[in-house]
């Protein structure tokens, strides 16, 4: 994975089915090429069986169509798999595309993002816009996916635990890995593993923070701070394996000021407990405070329970205050289950890191996004099926979230783009989607949700940057009715279609499939 | 995703975890960073409850290789994050590094794998060898994942169904997609949508053959021919949607050669299947045959069974005995479950299209592949602890497959490297894993398992072709005992270590935990 100067993803043209190609050349060939037309990217249901989703990957979507062109040898692999009468003015204009014609607007990245609200509207050209269908795809489905688990996540664990995304081996490819660091970052968690990201997109690290070595022999110190600690604790002074000693006093040398000790390579309270608790004080005499423990295996709650409980007694044995409150840090496979264990109420443990369940998104391991056509020009155009759930919406649409007057979301709005904006303080009829009846509602704030981002290939305005995105969509969850948050079961979060924009679909759908 | 020339993804050195910096700091500051070190890359369990992993993502792994090289601004992220008073020569040495003194042995890609048994076996200068771990095991996990995956959707289909990998949309992240395209074909499927893996790994695409167009009005011969069929099928000339017909004679037109019809948009029966027959008929006056049908809803098994009795009765009406044979592909959310009913012995099912349920790998979503030290100085290491299953096999190895006279396999052998190989006819005792007591084997042939690839940096052969390794693993799994292949509960393939081996085991854990 290679990427820009920014850290973005340099995505290439061809990373796109060949069926978009074969539709493209169809479009050609009926003379539709240059049609206006107009896609919109959303998705059917919440993920993980939820009542929300955080929108994400926007900024990736706009430097890939930023730097969109089909390159020479693109082209001629195309004509290598298209039938070899293609006419030559086809790849001629293959060659000359870019997305200088191509408007959109979108969802600001960390929104929330509901079932059918667009996170992506995009226009220009029918060719062309339908060539972007498969990376836009690929580029949101997967971010947001990520960032909406990170955001579940993270609403378990509590506003206090410090989540750390350590799942860079367990990724579906190095790409897999790097968006996975970033949008769980975005999603509520602190801090990642992964340097790359780190790097290039500014996702905090937990790094030591200084190495600067003792200068006395700590091995002599250990030992005699050994026997104290075994004398205390009830064991023999054999019992604590030497090798691991070694090892944290090796890590110890090199890092007194972030001293930390994996406890559970043999045993937690015979071996791993004691050795670090002797390397902790013996540098605690030189004024370094072991900056944490941390655990891989076995009942990690009940595990940092005990240990919380030998730190409290043996910092006030020796009277060490500080050591009460060094930070246990757990990781071991840890999904939202298990996570939920380790953040109850009583739980001593500080710092959670989550690989594979995180990245990966075992629970639903792909958004199921789509990109339908919504008009072709300036015509609104509906996807109708027999079955009702594969149906889109038609026409062109501007979308707003009505909320009470406590702040609190209570709607989004689907209507025409060329209706009025809704008013806030003004009661409004709309239908509920599934709904049989419309019902009425009285918004004290309206907001409108999609910004314009790209103008005739131009970017609008600055993007946020992933910390600014990250605390919008914090705050965004806060403004969320607990009910919605709900992991399983919860209460569905309504959006409504307009009266203009129901009667549309009902006029297309009297008149049959377009 | 960018790629090099050859289309390997070209993954940065800092597509790694933190923590991998931080032990080559702390091999640096205790003077061990080039001390030999030899670690191995390997799994524990087979993914999917199965007997079985394929190999893959080596030659993106000697691609990383040969290319790693820290460039100034990494070094500088580094030393950002890193203690402010770390030593200068630790990031001097940093800059300098490259894989000019690593060796790297391993499967061939494509092989048989087995728990235990390495797929990398990486030796060089032990700070360097650390810092490869992260990106190694992202680029080998997922990849061998899906290769696994889609040989175990191979074996379900059998050999005549033709799978399509059609996952780029639903896949975790772009290289996610890229990477499933490529190693799906590896585990034997036929062919995938993504253009991108077909310019630069040749995986083959199903393209339309010619677009050479009719000359006569279409329109006319296909309203002519809808009344024929609609006749013969009882159906009401009015019921076949007019538009679903449209699109279907314009893509005609567009593809006279290549013609196919997605039947399910609105009912197959009443309005895809006679709106396909008519365009299909018309065009087969004109001497073009109808390439395919597709299905994406429903049934798809009773629904293809129900199209292909009737392109029989119609194909005997009118005299075209084409039809009887055109193939009906199919999609929609396809898994383990659903593709073994597709495959049934009746089923009148020719391609098989699988998106989300190949490149994301649900039932499993990760390797779960680790990447061990197993000596240091030329001394063996191990890693001892209280979980059996977390132990490591110590000592450079060598790698050995047992095989009957009939050329299957009957078990893989570890042994240390100094060892000399086993022979063909000699009668050996062997201790597989995880059993109490050894057993004898007497194989009438011997492979070796690991091939030397990269010698002090240098590639030591041609890499095999993404098709030979393909053939490779194709033919590797019809040696393979049938028991070893079920999908669930399957017999497990036994993997021994040799006498030599297992004393050095059990002399290094007497000796408790190094």
Not at 190 to 208: D, F, H, I, K
Request: proline letters at 8%; aromatic letters at 8%; glycine letters at 8%.
């Amino acid at each position: 994975m290679e990427l820009d100067g920014e850290g973005r993803a340099v995505v290439r043209p061809l990373l796109t089915d060949l069926y978009q190609a074969t539709m493209a050349l169809g479009y050609w060939r009926a003379g539709r090429a240059c049609e206006a037309a107009e896609f919109e990217l959303f998705f059917r249901h919440c993920p993980f069986g939820g009542s929300f989703a955080l929108a994400a990957g926007l900024r990736d979507c706009l430097c890939f169509l930023r730097s969109f062109r089909l390159q020479d040898a693109d082209v001629q692999f195309l004509a290598s798999v298209l039938p070899p009468d293609t006419d030559p003015g086809f790849f001629e204009h293959l060659r000359a595309l870019d997305c200088s014609g191509v408007t959109v607007r979108a969802l600001p990245e960390g929104s929330l993002a509901f079932p059918g609200v667009p996170l992506l509207q995009v226009s220009g050209p029918l060719l062309l816009v339908q060539l972007l269908e498969t990376p836009l795809l690929c580029l949101v489905s997967y971010a947001s996916l990520v960032a909406t688990n990170a955001a579940r996540l993270r609403l378990i664990a509590g506003p206090d635990k410090r989540l750390l995304e350590m799942g860079l081996r367990r990724a579906q490819g190095p790409d897999g890995g790097f968006t996975a660091s970033i949008y769980s970052y975005l999603g509520g968690f602190n801090s990642s593993s992964n340097t790359l990201a780190g790097q290039l997109r500014g996702v905090p690290m937990l790094a030591p923070a200084s190495s600067e070595g003792p200068t006395v022999d700590l091995t002599a110190s250990v030992n005699l701070w050994l026997k104290r600690v075994c004398t205390y604790l009830g064991l023999e002074v054999q019992e604590p394996h030497p090798g691991e000693r070694a090892a944290f006093v090796a890590y110890a040398l090199a890092f007194p000021r972030a001293f930390q000790g994996l406890l559970d390579s043999y045993s937690v309270r015979r071996s791993g407990l004691p050795n670090f608790l002797a390397v902790a004080l013996a540098l605690g005499e030189l004024g370094y405070r072991a900056v944490g423990v941390r655990l891989d295996s076995g009942d990690l709650l009940q595990q940092a329970q005990e240990i919380r409980g030998i730190f409290r007694t043996v910092g006030a044995q020796f009277q060490v205050p500080w050591l009460e409150s060094v930070p246990i840090a757990v990781s071991n496979n840890i999904d939202e289950e298990g996570l939920a264990r380790l953040a109850q109420k009583d739980s001593e443990v500080n710092v959670i890191g989550i690989g594979t369940s995180v990245v990966t998104c075992p629970k639903q391991p792909s958004m199921g996004c789509v990109y339908k056509l919504v008009s072709v020009g300036g015509q609104p155009r509906m996807k109708l099926t027999e079955d009702p759930a594969k149906q889109t919406l038609p026409g062109s649409k501007a979308a707003f979230r009505f909320l009470g007057s406590d702040g609190s979301f209570l709607l989004d709005l689907l209507q025409l783009a060329e209706e009025p904006p809704p008013k806030a303080g003004q009661e409004l009829k709309v239908w509920p989607q599934g709904a049989q009846e419309p019902c009425t509602v009285k918004p004290a704030q309206v907001e409108p949700l999609l910004r314009l981002c790209l103008q005739q290939g131009q970017l609008c305005r600055p993007l946020p940057s992933l910390d600014e995105s990250r605390t919008f969509a914090q705050q965004s969850l806060s403004r969320l009715n607990p009910a919605h948050k709900q992991l399983q079961n919860p209460t569905v979060y309504p959006v409504a279609l307009s009266e203009k924009l129901r009667a549309l679909v009902d006029s297309l759908s009297a008149g049959g499939p377009l």
